[in-house]
C-alpha cells in the first residue's frame, strides 16, 4: 500500500503581460520537411526598454502584494522576497537561473520569462503572405492563424484566430 502524502499547495500566481514588446524575434525552417520543428529565436529583452518595462512591472506587482486591500489574499508571514524566491525556482521555462535573480528585478525577469504560448508574428502579411493570406510563391495554400498577426490581440487569441478563420473561409467561399 502505498503510504506517500499528496502535497497541497493553496496559492497562485500573478503574471505580468509587456503589452507590444520592442524586441522581435525570428523563425528559420530547419528543412523543408513539415514535420521538422523550425529554429526559433525569441530575443526576449533584446531591446533594454522592455527589460525597464519589465522590472517596473515587477515593482508594481511588489506594490499590489504589499497593499493592504491584498493583505486578505496572502499570508501574513510570508514575505513578498519569499514568494520571489520562489517563482524564480518554478519550472516556468528552460531558461538557466543565475544567484541573483531573486534580488535583482532585471535579472528576475531575464530568467523567469516565458511566452504564455500565444506564438505570432511569423507569417507576416505582405511578407509571407498575401492580403488574402495565400503563401506567397505557394500554389493552393493559406495561412489563416495567428502567426499572421503583427501584434498580440491584447489576450488569448483564440476567439480573434476563429473570426479570421470564418471570414477568410466566407470569402474563399464567396470567390468559388
Known sequence: MNTMMKATVRGGIILE??????STGHLKLRTTNPEDNPYVTFNYFEEPEDLQRCVEGMRTIIKVINSKAFSKFRFPHIRVQLLIDMMVYSPVNLRPRHVGASIF?????????????????GCHVGRVVEPDYKVI???????IDGSTF????????Q??????????GEKILGER
Not at 528585478?105 to 508574428?121: K, N, P, R
Request: contains cysteine; glycine residues 12%; positive net charge.
Open 17 to 22: 503581460k509587456i503589452k507590444g514588446p520592442i
Open 105 to 121: 528585478l532585471e535579472q528576475f525577469c531575464i530568467d523567469t520569462v516565458m511566452t504564455i504560448w500565444h506564438y505570432h508574428g
Open 137 to 143: 510563391g505557394v500554389d493552393g495554400l493559406r495561412i
Open 150 to 157: 503583427n501584434h498580440s490581440p491584447g489576450t488569448n487569441p
Open 159 to 168: 476567439a480573434t484566430v476563429m473570426m479570421l478563420g470564418r471570414y477568410m
